[in-house]
């Protein structure tokens, strides 16, 4: 018997070191920097920081704003979204080359109810030669996703979110609950796990995704991601190809109705998170953190907050939450400039644009 405890206990330490749940450690108002309010903005969702330290910002209704030292311009040549609960005006990225071709990217839910990813270029107050790049078929309901990330390798990756249909994210043909990796012009990226099998699989890197709205790269290359959970249960995974994640046959959280649902520990086949909350904080945006303003962050990630109503720093490597701090607001989307500074926006039908200042 002596034996045979130590033999099981021998496998268990050799086993895999079950995910954190990070969601009981408590926020602080005791926080290393001060906000500095920027612009009152309507409904604002996304934010990309320029490389001359300026920030475009989205807002869900179907606006856009330049935010500049010299105040918030709103842009035009926007397409028309359909701004209904989850839905409308979505992200907004740069091309990394911005400051020779100016291309900005963007999501929203078409009139049609699609995701779609547009390309166009800043020209002045407006949005010129915005064009389709990619559109959901089918479309959907809420929980679109829609986060735009460039990768070290020049790809494009784009979440997609299971749109309020849970089993779909389980079918390969079908775009919902799946994180894509295309080519800047919205072609299957070279590579993908099932390249040659053509329609979503040529376009899917990871599969098994519920509502993500953060992805954002390190400076090791890992691509991460996080995404809400049901009822309990948000997640932060490492996103490797052709892995599936296992919504929504395994969860940390439960149905809405209150009905189990399986944990990642009883389906080894299903990528567990590297760290979840419960209760949940809502995760919306994420940025990952290098430079002057915060040195004791370098490499660390950032995420806001909707239920956490605040933002949260994550060790670079996942393992851990360092940090949450509870601004008493519901934090949209949190972006990091190019020397440093880090932005947030509070999601709200009067929000704002806030800049973090260290103390």
């Known amino acids: 018997m002596t034996r045979f405890l130590s033999l099981i206990l021998s496998l268990a330490l050799a086993g895999p070191a079950l995910a954190q749940n990070v969601g009981e450690k408590p926020a602080t108002r005791d926080w290393p920097f001060s906000l500095r309010p920027v612009a009152e903005l309507q409904n604002p969702w996304a934010i990309a920081a320029l490389p001359d330290g300026s920030v475009l910002v ?71 030669g915005l064009k389709t790049l990619w559109q959901q078929t089918p479309g959907g309901r809420g929980q679109p996703g829609g986060i735009i990330a460039f990768g070290p390798d020049g790809m494009l990756y ?38 040659d099998k053509g329609g979503v699989r040529a376009q899917t890197w990871s599969e ?90 370098q490499g660390d990630m950032l995420i806001g907050g909707l239920a956490g109503s605040g933002l949260a720093l994550i060790a670079g490597d996942g393992s851990d939450q360092l940090a949450r701090w509870d601004l008493e607001m519901r934090v949209r989307d949190v972006a990091v400039g190019p020397q440093g500074q880090v932005w947030i926006i509070e999601d709200a039908d009067d929000g704002a644009l806030y800049r973090l200042v260290p103390k």
């Open 58 to 128: 989205t807002g869900k209704a179907g606006r856009m704003w330049h935010v500049t030292q010299s105040g918030a311009r709103e842009l035009t040549g926007l397409p028309s979204v359909q701004y209904r609960g989850q839905n409308g005006l979505l992200d907004v990225a740069v091309a990394p080359d911005f400051a020779t071709t100016r291309e900005v990217y963007l999501t929203y839910v078409s009139r049609g109810n699609a995701l779609v990813l547009a390309r166009g270029r800043l020209e002045g107050d407006r949005i010129a």
């Open 158 to 195: 784009l979440s997609v979110g299971d749109r309020m249909q849970p089993d779909t994210a389980q079918d390969p043909d079908n775009p919902r609950g799946k994180i894509l990796r295309l080519t800047r012009d919205g072609k299957p990226a070279p590579g993908n796990p099932h390249y």
């Open 208 to 297: 098994g995704h519920r509502n993500p709205y953060g992805l954002a790269f390190t400076p090791d290359g890992n691509l991460w991601e996080h995404e809400m959970g049901p009822r309990g249960g948000d997640e932060l995974n490492l996103i490797e190809p052709g892995k599936n994640y296992g919504w929504n046959e395994v969860s940390n959280g439960r149905h809405y109705s209150g009905l189990p649902i399986p944990d990642h520990d009883t389906r080894p086949e299903f990528e567990p998170p590297k760290l979840w909350w419960t209760p949940v904080i809502a995760p919306s945006g994420l940025a990952v953190y290098e430079g002057r303003d915060f040195p004791q962050w």
